[in-house]
């Protein structure tokens, strides 16, 4: 079955720090541009950060730059998001996309990330 599954949200405090997973099964997904969303009660859908399909080129909003960062393992079809130096506004319900022109796109189904005290 092809899907992407998302994992290692939870739980933490202001100052900590989470590491996401993005597995992708069914597929092989090295040809694919990998992003992470994030999405808050109440809000829309953002984009938090990019990887290109060798791993090379990498993209992060403006709210997390240097504090995340992106990295893939294509030989584990993984994409990994280190978040550190969390922050309440990074509370929000976490994706991960496959996408590439030409191929299908593929959405996970998420994992919450709370951070509070």
């Known amino acids: 079955q092809v899907r992407l599954v998302e994992s290692g949200g939870g739980l933490a405090q202001p100052g900590e720090s989470l590491r996401l997973s993005c597995t992708a099964f069914g597929f092989d997904f090295s040809p694919y541009i990998i992003s992470w969303y994030r999405q808050a009660p109440g809000e829309g859908r953002e984009l938090v950060a990019s990887?290109?399909?060798?791993?090379?080129?990498?993209d992060y909003r403006e709210a997390v730059e240097g504090r995340f960062t992106i990295s893939r393992d294509n030989a584990k079809n993984t994409v990994y998001l280190q978040m550190n130096s969390l922050k309440p506004d990074d509370t929000a319900l976490y994706y991960c996309k496959a996408a590439q022109r030409g191929r299908p796109v593929y959405w996970g189904q998420g994992t919450q990330v709370t951070v509070a005290s």
């Open positions: 990887i290109s399909p060798t791993g090379t080129n990498t």
